[in-house]
């Protein structure tokens, strides 16, 4: 299934894409997966997913909206990019890999790294499909870095990487975008600051949940602006796999539902180019996962 947040009338709800539309859960499911909270009205996919029983409910209305072309008719409505969020519009947490892929730690200079190297993003910094990314005054060396992220669906804590995937709810697309002037020079390198200004973390379209990705470790990426390919790889080429990543992390922080782990990023960042390059207000970018969906932000001033 491909899992949406979207915004329908005054508030965000979750769906399902099926055939070009979504279907909406909270109407389809006839209030199962309404949210029981004074004044709220559908259940986020934040709370959907840790839970066996909301998620086989989802499962089953998404089945019949792909057998009952009625059914669909009634609840759903036309997939817009405008209308789409990032499927978790506010996570616990943002986790990344830094120099995952060896050609990428290759073209920054740095050593292969022993053990995973552990950063994070500001849940401020999250933006959907669609969104812009807005260039800081401050710095003019934004860079983009496409990246397979998966999303932790029930809780983990000490898990063993043989049980690791039963965590993850699913998989979505994460552009590191990052100011290289902050992460190399400023402050001696600040990687907090530099990776966390507001929407320098686009996610989404959509969660693909893992039924539908057989092999996350077999999927191309590739990043491109105005058309012209700069990223280009294989998360088959990561050094740490994702349930290396997961036995790390759980054994010093509980990973929550709705938390969000990028993976690393292949070689082509801007900043190892010869010229650089850099992103400039006007550009389009667009990230792509296979199996999972091409992420597309404009880059504006």
Same mark, same amino acid.
């Given at each position: 299934m491909r899992l949406v947040t979207l915004?329908?009338?005054?508030?965000? *709800? #979750?769906? %399902?894409?099926?055939?070009? @539309? %979504? +279907?909406l859960l909270e109407a389809a499911s006839g209030g199962r997966l309404a949210d029981p909270r004074p004044g709220k009205t559908a259940l986020p996919l934040k709370a959907i997913l840790p839970d066996p029983e909301l998620m086989q409910d989802v499962r089953d209305v998404a089945a019949r909206g792909e057998q009952d072309p009625s059914f669909l008719d009634r609840f759903a409505i036309p997939l817009r990019e405008q209308d789409l969020h990032a499927p978790i519009p506010r996570p616990g947490k943002v986790l990344c890999l830094g120099l995952n892929y060896r050609d990428h730690a290759a073209e920054s200079g740095a050593e292969v790294p022993d053990e995973p190297v552990i950063f994070s993003k500001a849940p401020s910094s999250v933006i959907g499909p669609g969104d812009p990314i807005r260039l800081p005054e401050t710095s003019d060396q934004v860079d983009y870095e496409v990246e397979l992220a998966f999303v932790i669906g029930a809780p983990a804590r000490n898990v063993h990487a043989s049980q690791a995937m039963y965590h993850v709810a699913g998989y979505t697309v994460l552009n590191d975008v990052t100011a290289r002037d902050y992460q190399h020079v400023r402050g001696g390198g600040q990687w907090t600051l530099a990776k966390s200004f507001d929407t320098f973390c686009p996610i989404g379209p959509w969660i693909v949940t893992p039924d539908e990705v057989p092999d996350p470790h077999d999927l191309t990426l590739e990043c491109r602006i105005g058309g012209e390919v700069l990223q280009s790889g294989s998360t088959s080429e990561m050094i740490f796999k994702i349930p290396q990543i997961i036995e790390y992390l759980s054994a010093v922080l509980t990973l929550e539902p709705g938390d969000v782990v990028g993976t690393g990023t292949p070689p082509g960042v801007g900043f190892a180019r010869t010229p650089? @390059?850099?992103?400039? #207000?006007?550009? +389009? +970018?667009? *990230?792509?996962?296979?199996?999972?969906?091409? +992420?597309?932000?404009? %880059? @504006? #001033?």
């Open positions: 915004a329908a009338g005054d508030h965000e *709800c #979750a769906g %399902v894409v099926i055939e070009g @539309r %979504v +279907l650089q @390059r850099f992103l400039q #207000a006007g550009d +389009l +970018l667009e *990230c792509t996962v296979q199996s999972i969906g091409t +992420l597309v932000n404009p %880059v @504006r #001033a």
